[in-house]
C-alpha cells in the first residue's frame, strides 16, 4: 500500500487595500517649514496669490520656496551678523535632498496656523535671489480654498508643536506626532 503524502498549501488572501488616508506618512513628508513667522502679524496668506497670473497654485504646479530673513530682524544688525544669518539660512535652504517633500504650515493673523502645501523639492541645491535663499518646489497636495474655511488647523496635522522660526524641521521630531488624516 502506497503512503499518500497530503499537503496543505494555504491559498493566498486577498490583501486589503490600503487607504491613502489611513496609512501614516502615506505622502511620505519629510520635513516641516513655517512659511511665515507668527509674531510678523500677516493677514495674508503666502503662496496664494503671487505675481503670476494664476491666484493660486494647484497640484503639479511649481514655485520658489523661500529661506528669507525677516526685514525687521535686520534692523541694528551689522554686515556681518546678517551675513552670517543667511549663510545659516542657505544651509537649511540646501537641507533637503531632491525630491524629499516639505509639509507647509503657514500663520494668518486672522485666521490662525494652518496647514496649507505638501511640497516636493525639485531641484538639488538653493539659489540666491534678492538677498534670500529659494528651492524650486512642486505641489503635491494643498488644501481647497478659501484656506480660512479648509485648510486644516496645524494642531490638527502636527499635534502641539510650535515653530520657533521658518528652518526645516523633520517630521520625525519627538514633539511632531503626524495626523496626515486631517489632510483631505
Request: hydrophobic share 35%; aromatic share 8%.
Amino acid at each position: 500500500m502506497a503512503n499518500s503524502l497530503s499537503l496543505k498549501i494555504p491559498l493566498p488572501t486577498p490583501m486589503k487595500e490600503a487607504s491613502l488616508e489611513t496609512t501614516g506618512n502615506h505622502l511620505n513628508i519629510k520635513y516641516l517649514k513655517l512659511v511665515n513667522h507668527t509674531g510678523s502679524g500677516r493677514k495674508q496668506w503666502s503662496y496664494e496669490y503671487e505675481k503670476y497670473e494664476k491666484e493660486k497654485y494647484c497640484k503639479g504646479d511649481r514655485f520658489p520656496l523661500h529661506w528669507a530673513m525677516n526685514e525687521d530682524k535686520k534692523k541694528g544688525l551689522s554686515e556681518e551678523e546678517i551675513n552670517n544669518i543667511l549663510a545659516r539660512k542657505e544651509k537649511d535652504a540646501n537641507r533637503a535632498v531632491q525630491g524629499d517633500r516639505i509639509l507647509l504650515c503657514q500663520n494668518n493673523y486672522n485666521h490662525g496656523h494652518r496647514v496649507t502645501h505638501v511640497v516636493e523639492t525639485v531641484i538639488s541645491t538653493a539659489e540666491k535671489t534678492n538677498e534670500m535663499w529659494t528651492r524650486l518646489v512642486q505641489v503635491i497636495w494643498v488644501a481647497q480654498h478659501p484656506w480660512e474655511k479648509y485648510a486644516p488647523q496645524t494642531k490638527n496635522v502636527i499635534g502641539d508643536f510650535l515653530f520657533k522660526g521658518g528652518n526645516l524641521i523633520s517630521a520625525n521630531a519627538p514633539s511632531i506626532v503626524l495626523n496626515l488624516d486631517a489632510l483631505k
